[in-house]
């Protein structure tokens, strides 16, 4: 079984950039679709990311488009976004997931693998 844990968020200043990670453990996730979503309080769980096995595509929200990148390197099972030109509205927990199969899936049910998220504050 894969385990994921993000870690990266803290508290930066609006305009600030970060990066976040997800290591995996117990199989490796070269061939899993990864993902990022986010949940800030009293709001549902949204997609931001994902990413196809082999990094060759990749899907973003719109609302992080152009500022967001995710990316994955394999040799080190190791899930990253990196976070540009960030909001206050980017405040949230930051969970990463994996599935099978295909990257473009957008709904939290379609990943059956998540992590435990790491709080990411953005103040203005």
């Known amino acids: 079984q894969v385990q994921l844990v993000e870690s990266g968020g803290r508290l930066v200043q609006a305009g600030d950039s970060l990066r976040l990670s997800c290591a995996a453990s117990g199989r490796t996730i070269s061939t899993a679709a990864m993902a990022w979503f986010r949940q800030a309080t009293g709001k549902d769980r949204e997609f931001v990311s994902s990413i196809s096995w082999s990094s060759s595509d990749t899907y973003y929200a719109d609302s992080v488009k152009g500022r967001f990148t995710i990316s994955r390197d394999n040799t080190k099972n190791t899930l990253y976004l990196q976070m540009n030109s960030l909001k206050p509205e980017d405040t949230a927990i930051y969970y990463c997931?994996?599935?099978?199969?295909?990257?473009?899936?957008?709904?939290?049910?379609?990943?059956?693998?998540w992590g435990r998220g790491t709080q990411v504050t953005v103040s203005s």
């Open positions: 997931a994996a599935k099978s199969g295909s990257y473009y899936y957008t709904k939290p049910w379609d990943y059956n693998i």
